[in-house]
């Protein structure tokens, strides 16, 4: 009976110790603790057989490769996501740098009419180079060739005498037909017989048949290899 007592009463002191190191230290118990765990799996690794330890060891070794496996899956793809954006980020970096398109002798020739045709019904100016405030002949054909990277002559003579000399029958849009005699004056070939120019004070810029006068010449600035005065 006594002995009981005795034994109960250890067992009393010893949880008593326990749970006041641990309210006291709490570090320490947490070592004492994790060094209890760490030994009792130490103790359990050792009781198994040994096939059984083998698959414990191969399971945690395919967990580790499959976690490698996820990482590097995951930084493929962020890598892939930003190649697709551009370094800094910007999904439109490839489509602002692809501006080096080189057009064609045709495309370039149509798009010196189109922009030539805009200004249709703007005033005559004798001396003037403006394509909306006012132009006379050469002035015009000057300004719109201008807006394309060619550099032109002043006046009309000048600007027959400069170009590659064509027959009447090769023209082409984008050619200049010249009139008058000594060229006075020129004209811009728009296609389908016509010309667009600075006619008169009283007319403006407008549009013509080519040979509502007879032409005495035509020229080309325009070429596959760039400005033929080059």
Do not use: W
């Not at 201008?146 to 027959?160: C, E, I, N, T, W």
């Not at 023209?171 to 070939?189: K, M, R, T, W």
């Amino acid at each position: 009976m006594l002995k009981n007592k005795m034994k109960k009463l250890a067992c009393g002191m010893t949880m008593c110790i326990t749970v006041c190191s641990q309210m006291i230290f709490p570090q320490t118990a947490f070592a004492a603790t994790e060094a209890a765990v760490k030994k009792a799996g130490e103790a359990f690794m050792a009781e198994m057989p040994e096939e059984e330890v083998e698959g414990a060891q191969t399971v945690g070794a395919a967990n580790e490769a499959v976690s490698a496996e996820n990482t590097e899956e995951n930084v493929a793809e962020n890598t892939e996501a930003l190649n697709e954006k551009g370094v800094d980020g910007n999904e439109n970096a490839d489509d602002e740098e692809d501006t080096g398109d080189v057009l064609s002798e045709e495309e370039l020739r149509q798009q010196i009419v189109d922009f030539a045709l805009q200004f249709e019904g703007n005033p005559y100016v004798y001396g003037g180079t403006s394509l909306t405030n006012g132009a006379d002949c050469s002035g015009f054909v000057l300004s719109v060739f201008a807006q394309f990277g060619y550099s032109l002559p002043r006046v009309a003579a000048d600007q027959y005498y400069q170009s590659a000399k064509k027959s009447v029958a090769d023209l082409e849009p984008g050619d200049l037909v010249f009139y008058g005699s000594g060229i006075s004056h020129v004209a811009l070939y728009i296609g389908n017989g016509q010309i667009i120019h600075a006619s008169t004070s009283a007319s403006g810029i407008k549009i013509s048949n080519y040979d509502y006068e007879a032409p005495v010449g035509v020229g080309a600035y325009i070429e596959v290899d760039g400005f033929v005065s080059e």
